[in-house]
């Protein structure tokens, strides 16, 4: 059987993690999410203070540690699922991994098109990542300020009502 790479991307408070985690029972896999990667490094202040000064910064050096992970994984015929806000660069890496490992790619873009609706989940929510910080609704705006979604999503899912209806239309692209 081919080994699938699935992205879940889109903002914080979108649903990621938990569309994520649904697709990992799916497929008898790991989720591997961008927080808990860099929450790893937390405890290395030299390790941030170097972060901070680099141009690439954060994102780039904990997309570069996922894709890593994942392609170890699809080169062992294991499925993986990664979980964070990627951007186009990190789709366009995922899909690369995929192909280098003959293995299926499939993107899932998570959106909550109701703003009260986003601003509570995260307002709510306490991920307790160990080392790693909680959001703040000020952050999710930044980051929105800055957020595209990629052009290249092969579902693309609003979370205000749920997703769960499109959970088969989900399923199905992860069938070979």
Do not use: F, N
Not at 77 to 100: I, M, Q, S, Y
Not at 117 to 145: M, T
């Amino acid at each position: 059987m081919v080994p699938t790479l699935v992205l879940v991307t889109g903002l914080p408070g979108t649903g990621k993690s938990t569309v994520a985690a649904a697709v990992a029972a799916e497929l008898g896999c790991a989720v591997l999410g961008h927080d808990w990667a860099m929450s790893g490094l937390r405890p290395y202040p030299e390790l941030q203070e170097a972060l901070d000064r680099i141009e690439l910064g954060h994102r780039v050096v904990g997309w570069s540690i996922l894709a890593a992970l994942a392609c170890a994984e699809l080169r062992a015929g294991r499925p993986v699922v990664l979980d964070g806000v990627a951007r186009a660069p990190e789709v366009r890496r995922c899909r690369e991994c995929a192909e280098r490992e003959s293995a299926r790619c499939v993107v899932v873009a998570t959106a909550c098109s109701d703003p009260a609706v986003h601003r509570r989940r995260i307002e709510g929510r306490r991920r307790a990542i160990p080392g790693w910080y909680e959001l703040e609704w000020a952050d999710v705006e930044r980051s929105a300020a800055r957020w595209e979604l990629p052009q290249d999503v092969d579902l693309a899912l609003d979370t205000v009502g749920g997703w769960e209806e499109r959970w088969p239309e989900l399923v199905g692209l992860l069938a070979p």
